[in-house]
């Protein structure tokens, strides 16, 4: 199993550009999730899904879209970017959110928005 | 709301000296909490979670009601300890996440 994998480790938009973020899992988790981390933030939820279909919105939604099509992906779409995205964005999946299941992250994308 | 605090943004200690990183939650309900390890430049891991009341790399963590706490202990720090940690509340829709505390272990 590869686990959660996230694509790419590494960007750089100017202020305006879009871009989506990508997210794989292949646990056949229902639970899938994106966080952001900022120094001295800790990690904050942006947009999460209970299964293919269906997702709903975090703490910090606001300039970001996601969609699930399929059980196994989960994108993370920037609209248009802005500085204040700049951010490490991680990528998560369970069994079931919260509760005592473990969750699963991947390794990171840095997103940097001059 | 819910709510979890980390204290210290930084602890450092002698390597083979007692550990305790604080965390403080706010949670109307049963709260389902955890302790998420990230090791340089490496993803974030589960250390622990309260419900298995395990031991993991010597590390353990008591939830106390009453004070609303969920402190993360060991007692004889080593060098591969250092870390960023972060206490992290289960809810209905994801976790929620401390600040974190950078535990620096002095050789």
């Known amino acids: 199993n590869a686990g959660v994998t996230q694509t790419p480790k590494f960007q750089v938009l100017k202020t305006g550009q879009s871009m989506t973020l990508q997210c794989a899992q292949d646990?056949?988790?229902?639970?899938m999730s994106w966080y952001r981390q900022d120094p001295g933030m800790g990690l904050r939820l942006i947009h999460y899904?209970?299964?293919?279909?269906?997702?709903d919105q975090g703490e910090v939604p606001n300039g970001y879209n996601v969609s699930r099509s399929t059980t196994e992906d989960f994108p993370l779409r920037l609209l248009s970017a802005a500085p204040s995205q700049t951010s490490v964005y991680f990528c998560?999946?369970?069994?079931?959110?919260?509760?005592?299941?473990?969750?699963?992250f991947g390794p990171g994308t840095r997103l940097t928005v001059t | 709301a819910q709510r979890v605090t980390q204290p210290e943004k930084l602890l450092s200690v002698f390597k083979g000296a007692p550990v305790e990183l604080k965390c403080n939650y706010s949670?109307?309900?049963?709260?389902?909490l955890f302790w998420y390890v990230q090791y340089s430049r490496q993803r974030l891991q589960l250390l622990l979670r309260?419900?298995s009341r395990e031991s993991i790399k010597g590390f353990t963590a008591d939830l106390n009601k009453g004070e609303t706490s969920f402190h993360l202990k060991k007692p004889f720090a080593q060098e591969e300890d250092s870390a960023m940690y972060y206490c992290?509340?289960?809810?209905?829709?994801?976790?929620?996440f401390g600040k974190g505390t950078h535990l620096i272990i002095q050789p």
């Open positions: 998560a999946s369970s069994f079931s959110p919260g509760s005592s299941y473990e969750q699963y």
């Open positions: 309260h419900i």
């Open positions: 992290a509340l289960g809810g209905a829709d994801g976790l929620t």
């Open positions: 949670y109307s309900g049963s709260p389902e």
């Open positions: 899904s209970v299964g293919a279909g269906i997702t």
């Open positions: 646990m056949n988790h229902e639970y």
